[in-house]
């Protein structure tokens, strides 16, 4: 096993390797695990986009490439919510991907697009972005004790950015995703999986090989025809970017509102992004700003 030889632009943050927050690592030329390494809560910002534009571009090029696992290196979080402490105008002013949409939404269709099939292996906290990657992705596997998903954000007053409102209706249905959406409450692995959030849900001690053995079995099938057979079945299932660039505008607009200016603000005040129970709790403590 290597790591890969995938750089970072210097234009874009002029990220080192040893800072990398996405670190990828060949388990063969067909087999990639891309692990989200930010500690302590795997925050996603805008200085993630490029590193994630970057895997994206080598995931979509590679000849090679069949199967790619999204991973975490950080203990009880997968990947959770947008940074919010840089200023917007920071994630206004990124450029669009080659879809014309902006870097999220333009890089979450990409990867549901390529021809390479993509895995999330959820341990821990995926909500916001996390889930949104993993809605974005081919199949989704969660640790029964461990992995708890949401779109947490009704609960500071924003809309959510990622497409989980067009991606989630069409994986868990109508009501259900209402419910995950306007509710913001976390969904555990056995409920992810009842509702079909995740394709299974495993016992945590059982998770890391039933995905490797997978991916590794996926891998070593022909890349043309597996190729073939996810652009069939995203002909019949993918939303189309007009369903999913609103949903990016809304929460842009929505993170400018007075109310949610005023519930972020709160939320800081606890501890948002700097301490753990807030972000392990999130759905609890968002709870709390509407009593």
């Known amino acids: 096993m290597t790591e890969s030889d995938i750089h ?3 234009s874009d943050m002029n990220q080192e390797s040893a800072d990398a927050q996405i670190k990828v690592e060949r388990r063969s030329a067909s087999y990639w695990r891309v692990v989200f390494d930010r ?7 805008p200085d993630t986009m490029p590193q994630l534009g970057a895997v994206v571009t080598a995931l979509e090029n590679d000849p090679h490439l069949k199967v790619v696992v999204f991973d975490s290196a950080v203990p009880d979080f997968f990947l959770t919510h947008y940074d919010f402490v840089p200023p917007l105008e920071v994630t206004v002013n990124l450029p669009p991907g080659p879809t014309g ?3 999220l939404p333009d890089m979450l269709a990409r990867i549901g697009r390529a021809s390479v099939i993509s895995i999330a292996k959820i341990r821990g906290r995926a909500s916001g972005v996390g ?3 993993a809605l974005a992705s081919d199949m989704r596997f969660a640790s029964n004790e461990h992995a708890l998903l949401s779109q947490w954000e009704i609960g500071a007053a924003l809309v959510p ?3 989980p409102m067009t991606r989630l209706s069409r994986l868990i249905g109508r009501g259900r995703a209402l419910e995950v959406l306007t509710s913001g409450n976390d969904v555990d692995g056995p409920l992810a999986e009842r509702y079909g959030y995740v394709n299974r849900s495993l016992p945590d001690g059982e998770l ?3 995905v490797d053995g997978l991916a590794t079995r996926i891998s070593l099938f022909d890349k043309q025809s597996l190729g073939a057979i996810k652009q069939l079945v995203n002909a019949q299932t993918l939303p189309p970017d007009s369903a999913v660039a609103p949903e990016w505008d809304a929460f842009i607009a929505s993170v400018g509102r007075p109310a949610a200016q005023e519930k972020i ?6 501890g948002l992004q700097k301490e753990y129970d807030v972000e392990a709790r999130l759905g609890h403590y968002t709870g709390t700003l509407w009593r």
């Open 39 to 45: 500690p302590p809560f795997n925050i996603f910002g």
């Open 208 to 210: 890391d090989a039933f």
């Open 8 to 10: 970072f632009p210097e």
């Open 101 to 103: 949409m902006p870097p």
């Open 265 to 270: 603000g709160q939320l800081m005040k606890l």
């Open 131 to 133: 889930s949104e990657l």
């Open 161 to 163: 950015g990622g497409g």
